[in-house]
């Protein structure tokens, strides 16, 4: 149907319902042709009703600006609409039911208490959802045209991740202990790999757990090696630039060199650290085997059949490494004997995740099901990880895509709207 048919069929409606009723209506009319749809006066009044309930109808513009606002946010709102059913895209009363459930938390009510509120501000329960599936279907069409856009470099990431840390850093103090190991600039070839040996092997005893002040007492020839290689508190500008060039982001306890400067060859502590925010998350080093149901195995089938894994383990007659190798059906981790390597739990589909959670460390799970089949898992080992570096690169690039998606959505709403037929065709002041 074309965009002069659906004006006609409008106005025949509008007509027809003016004939067979007696008393005085408001009638529906075409306001706008955008395309092949069109914008009727019930649109402009249901998002007026909208923006009143949520403004402070004290600052709203005069009313004939605000309808020329609202027209000019529903043309692009049918722009957008017309790109998501070229694309495909619908929201199905399933998400539009979360989507509505976490408005109401957001507004600390219920849904029923929501639904009261609208009816007294003159909105419909079926207009609403009406307007907030709209909003969806235009939201997941411009993020699927805008991200195409997007390029961000990973030189971008890093420089804007080096920025940040700058600013976390700048109020940040450490206690730094120092060992410097002297190599005049004339010495033999000799000489230089030797004091660079012993600067690996100090670093070795360090990083195993050997007392940093009395290595520095024996071995340093730096300034403070009578106070066992004790600089006391700094921040990173109050401290020599080869030192603050070597401290990055690292965190206490960490063991930096040996690095080489003129003087020699130099190897730092970070003693304690204060200021300094740090991301630790829980890292599982687990290991599995999964099986798929077919048409020739059957779910009972596949979780017998890990049953039986699991006796021939716990008798000695198979281990589990065997089984992952022989029977696993997921390729990527069978070649290691099932093993899933050193992973956060996040990473994981939510039962998997649950049982890595919670299962003692050394014990095999008892079989359970997820999207990808039936599994036994067992926790080999849990640590505690540093992950404040990767924390601000993930900061770095969210605020990133943040900023381009802005641009970009701005650009790709502009070339929508130049490349549209828009034709006004009804007044929104016009008599019924």
Same mark, same amino acid.
């Given at each position: 149907m074309n965009k002069w048919t659906k004006a006609l069929l409008a106005t025949a409606i509008s007509a027809s319902s003016l004939m067979v009723s007696a008393?005085?209506? &408001?009638?529906?009319?075409?306001?706008?042709?955008?395309?092949?749809?069109?914008?009727?006066?019930?649109?402009?009044?249901?998002?007026?009703?909208?923006?009143?309930?949520?403004?402070? $109808?004290?600052?709203?513009?005069?009313?004939?600006?605000?309808?020329?606002q609202i027209l000019d946010q529903l043309i692009i709102e049918e722009?957008?609409? *017309?790109?998501?059913?070229?694309?495909?895209?619908?929201?199905?009363? $399933?998400?539009?039911?979360?989507?509505?459930?976490?408005?109401a938390k957001d507004k600390d009510v219920s849904v029923n208490q929501l639904r009261e509120e609208l009816k007294r501000s003159g909105i419909t329960w079926s207009s609403y959802r009406d307007q907030i599936r709209r909003e969806m279907t235009i939201s997941e069409a411009r993020n699927a045209q805008v991200r195409r856009r997007i390029n961000i470099l990973p030189q971008e990431v890093e420089s804007l991740a080096s920025q940040l840390n700058a600013k976390n850093l700048e109020n940040v103090e450490y206690r730094l202990s120092h060992i410097q190991l002297r190599l005049d600039e004339d010495a033999d070839k000799d000489e230089r790999d030797a004091v660079a040996a012993k600067a690996n092997e100090l670093v070795s005893e360090l990083e195993a757990g050997a007392n940093f002040k009395a290595l520095a007492l024996a071995n340093s020839k730096g300034p403070k090696a009578l106070?066992?290689?004790?600089?006391?508190?700094?921040?990173?500008?109050?401290?020599? $630039?080869?030192?603050?060039?070597?401290?990055k982001s690292n965190g206490k306890g960490a063991v930096i060199g040996p690095f080489r400067s003129g003087v020699g060859y130099h190897i730092l502590?970070?003693?304690?650290?204060?200021?300094?925010?740090?991301?630790a998350v829980t890292e599982v080093k687990a290991r599995h085997i999964l099986i798929k149901p077919s048409i020739v195995l059957s779910d009972d089938g596949a979780k017998r059949q890990l049953n039986q894994m699991i006796a021939q383990i716990n008798? /000695?007659?198979?281990?589990?490494?065997?089984?992952?190798?022989?029977?696993?059906?997921?390729?990527?981790?069978?070649?290691? /004997?099932?093993?899933?390597?050193?992973? $956060?739990?996040?990473?994981?589909?939510?039962?998997?995740?649950?049982k890595v959670d919670t299962l003692p460390e050394g014990q095999i799970? &008892?079989?359970?099901?997820?999207?990808?089949?039936?599994?036994?898992?067992?926790?080999?080992?849990?640590?505690?990880?540093?992950?404040?570096?990767?924390?601000?690169?993930?900061?770095?690039?969210?605020m990133l895509l943040n900023r381009?998606?802005?641009? &970009?959505?701005?650009?790709?709403? *502009?070339?929508?709207?130049?490349?549209?037929?828009?034709?006004?065709?009804?007044?929104?002041?016009?008599?019924?």
């Open positions: 008393s005085p209506a &408001e009638l529906d009319r075409v306001i706008t042709v955008v395309n092949e749809g069109v914008i009727l006066s019930s649109d402009v009044e249901s998002l007026k009703k909208t923006v009143a309930l949520n403004a402070d $109808t004290a600052n709203l513009p005069p009313e004939d600006v605000l309808e020329q722009l957008q609409l *017309q790109e998501a059913k070229r694309l495909g895209i619908r929201i199905d009363d $399933t998400r539009l039911e979360q989507a509505i459930d976490s408005i106070d066992g290689g004790d600089w006391g508190w700094m921040r990173l500008e109050e401290m020599p $630039t080869i030192f603050a060039d070597q401290i502590k970070i003693a304690d650290v204060k200021g300094l925010q740090s991301v008798k /000695g007659e198979k281990t589990f490494d065997d089984l992952a190798k022989q029977y696993s059906a997921d390729p990527g981790s069978a070649v290691k /004997g099932g093993d899933l390597g050193w992973q $956060t739990s996040e990473l994981y589909v939510p039962e998997f995740k649950d799970s &008892e079989p359970f099901k997820t999207v990808h089949g039936w599994h036994i898992v067992e926790v080999l080992d849990r640590r505690q990880a540093d992950r404040t570096d990767a924390a601000v690169q993930n900061r770095a690039y969210r381009k998606f802005n641009e &970009e959505a701005q650009a790709w709403l *502009q070339e929508l709207r130049a490349g549209a037929y828009v034709e006004q065709v009804g007044n929104l002041d016009e008599d019924s």
